[in-house]
């Protein structure tokens, strides 16, 4: 198993301790969560600059990355719903995101067609990472209510520029 797949995996086994220590409540966990969480979204960055630097690509890597990506978010989300700082719609605006553009992807790729992430889906990835450790820090409400606007804001533009681009994917006469 090459670098890029190993840090993968350990993204995937850092989200339930993520969440253990979330729902284990001690002194400071809130902290360690965090800490957690940003030691897991790291991985995702060298891990993606691993496999494409040294041509590590695999069908495994292309499968789990983004599968832990938003396990990882959705976790952190569901977490923030929780507690009362998101409400239950937005996680539901990326959820159905994620699920329309791997929806998507799998069609174009039927059809012989790779559709690689767009400017767009990486702006949106790393400002929801920044906003949801925001969330994590004693932040005021109004900053904690920016986030999730820039979440669902940032969510919805990168899944509609998707579709606007790839719109030839869908037989559209077969509707």
Known sequence: MNTANKLTL????M???FLAVLYLGFPGSDYAALAIF???SLTDLLDGHIARSRNLVTDFGKFMDPLADKVLVVTAMLWFVQNGQMPAWAVAIVIFREFAVSGMRLIAVEGGRVIAAG???KVKTASTMVCLVLMFLPIPGWMNWACVWVIVVTTVYSGAEYFVKNRDVFDW???
């Open 38 to 40: 940003v030691a897991a």
């Open 15 to 17: 989200i339930p301790v």
């Open 10 to 13: 350990l993204r995937v086994a």
């Open 119 to 121: 400017w767009s889906g």
């Open 173 to 175: 006469t077969n509707i």
